[in-house]
C-alpha cells in the first residue's frame, strides 16, 4: 500500500535540511554536549555548596540528635561548590531524552505529550498537596473528582463501574483477573485455564500466571487477526477467560471480538479486555458494547501523562454489572451532594480486597479528568481519529522502504520489519541506533514477538505532519543508506554522548555503585 491517494508528502523539506550537513543528518543532533563524570570525581576535601552552622553552635542541628547516633566523620561523599553540583546534574539532564525533546515513537507504549495545561491543575496546592489520609469531609473535592472519572471513564468504555485502584496496566490487568478468578469462584468453579492470543502484550499472560492460571496461547491469523475458529478449537469449561488486546499488538482492530465473546461466554467464560490501546477507540467504539466483561484503562498512555522512567502510572479497570461487587476497595460513593469513600469490606461482601496503599495514584487522576474535560466527547474521538491517521500516514511513507508483514488496516500503531535489508546485513537494530543520530528516539525493537525484527512505530495524535515527515525521511535515509554504506548504519550512533553499549554486558553486569577507586570504562 504505498500512498493509496497518490498525494505527494512534503518530504523534501526533510531531505533538503538533511543535505545541508555533510553527514546527511540535519541539524537535529548538532549542539555542544559535555562530557561529564561523576560527582564523586570532582571537588575536593572540605569544599562545600553550602554553609551549615558551626559543629556544637547554638544552632547546630546535630545537638537536637541523641549523640549515640551521631558518626564523627562520614567518609566518601562528594565534596562540591554549588556550580559543580548544579552543572553536574543540568549536563546530566541533557542526556536524557524525554518527550518535550523530540519523537518518541515507541510503538505500545503511547509516548504522547503530557498537556501542560493538566499538569499546572494536578499541581493545585489543593489537590498536590492532599492527605491521603485526611478526613473525607476535609477531602471532598478530591472524592468529588474520582467519582467524576469513574463516571467519564464507564461511560467512555461502555461499562457499569470502574475501579481507580491499579497503579499501571499491568496492575490492572492483575486486578481485573482477580475479579474474574473471584467471580468464578463465587459460583463454585474457580477454573483453570486463560487463553491468550499470540499478539497480546506480554503482560497478559503474566497477569494470568499470578492468579495460578494456566495461560493457553492462541494462534492469529494470516492477518494478524484473531479468529473464532482458533478459540473455538480451545475453549472449553475449564477456560476462566480469553485477554484480548484490542487494538492488538500489530495495531490491528480485532474485528470478531462480538463472535469470540459468545463462543466463551457460551462456555461460561469471560472475555478480558486489554485497553492500553484505548487512544485508537476513544469516541468510536465501546469495548462495553462489543462483548468484553472486563477491561483495563492505561490513564499514562491514553490520557494526559506519558509513561517510562518508573511512572507514576494508573490502570484503572471497568466492569460489568455482574462483577461490580468483587472491584477492590476504596470505592467513591456519591450521597446527595456528599462523597464518601467506601472502605469497609462489610459494605462489599465480595471485593476482593484492596489491592495497593491508599486511594490510587489521585495525581493521575487530576490529569486524566483535566484532559476529558478539556477535550469533550468530540475531541476525544479527534484524539482517536488523529492517533490512526498518523500511523497511517507514517505507513504511507515507509511501505516501499521497509517490509510491511501484515497488510491489514492499521489503527493507531503500525509495524514493520527488516527483511529488506537482509541483502545489507543491516537489522532492526541497526536501524534503531542510526536513527538516534538522526535525532529521533527509536521505535519500539523486536516486539511484538510474532513478527520477525519488528519495528513497532506509534506517532500518537499530537504530532504534526511536519514531524512525520521528518521521521519517515530519515527512515527512507537509513534504508538508502543500508545499501550503500551498510558498514555506516552498523557503526551507528556516533552523534551521542555514547556510541552503542554492549547491551548484553549492560543488562547482564550492571554496574550500578560506585566505589572509592574504582575505574569507570
Ligand atoms: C503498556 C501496555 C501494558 C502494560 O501497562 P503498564 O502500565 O506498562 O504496566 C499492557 N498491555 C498493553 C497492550 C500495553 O501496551
Sequence with gaps: MANPTGWKPDMEKGAASAARDEVGLGHA????????????????????????????????????????????????????GELEVVRHFTRLSTWNWGIDTGFYPL?????????????????????????????????????????????????????????????????????GMMVIRAWHTARGNPRKKVLIPDTAHGTNPASSALNGYEVVPVKSGEDGRLHPDAVRAVMDEDVAAIMITNPNTLGIFETHIAEIAEIVHAKGGLVYGDGANMNALLGVARPGDMGFDVMQFNLHKTFATPHGGGGPGSGPVAVKAALVPFLPLPVVAREGERYRLVTDPAERPQTIGKLREFWGNFGMFVRAWALIRELGPDGLRSTAHLAVLNANYVRALLADAYDLPYGTDSLHEVVFTDKNLKPTGVTTMDVAKRLIDHGFHPPTVYFPLVVHGALMIEPTETESKETLERFCAAMRAIAEEAATSPEAVKAAPTKPVRARLDETRAARKPVLRWTPGMKVE
Excluded at 543532533?29 to 563524570?37: D, K, M, S, Y
Excluded at 469531609?137 to 464507564?154: D, I, N, P
Aim: glycine share 12%; net charge negative.
Design 29 to 80: 543532533t548538532r549542539g555542544l554536549a559535555f562530557e561529564e563524570g561523576l560527582l564523586f570525581e570532582r571537588g575536593s576535601r572540605g569544599r562545600t555548596g553550602v554553609s551549615l552552622p558551626k559543629r556544637g553552635s547554638e544552632a547546630d542541628p546535630a545537638r537536637e540528635l541523641p549523640a549515640e547516633l551521631l558518626r564523627p566523620e562520614v567518609d566518601g561523599l562528594p565534596e562540591v
Design 107 to 175: 510503538g505500545s507504549c503511547t509516548m504522547k505529550y503530557n498537556p501542560k495545561s493538566s499538569e499546572a491543575l494536578a499541581r493545585l496546592p489543593g489537590f498536590a498537596g492532599a492527605h491521603p489520609l485526611a478526613h473525607p469531609s476535609m477531602a471532598q473535592g478530591a472524592l468529588e473528582l474520582m467519582y467524576r472519572l469513574e463516571r467519564a471513564l464507564s461511560e467512555i468504555s461502555g461499562f457499569d463501574a470502574t475501579s481507580l485502584s491499579p497503579a499501571a496496566g499491568a496492575q490492572g490487568e492483575l486486578c
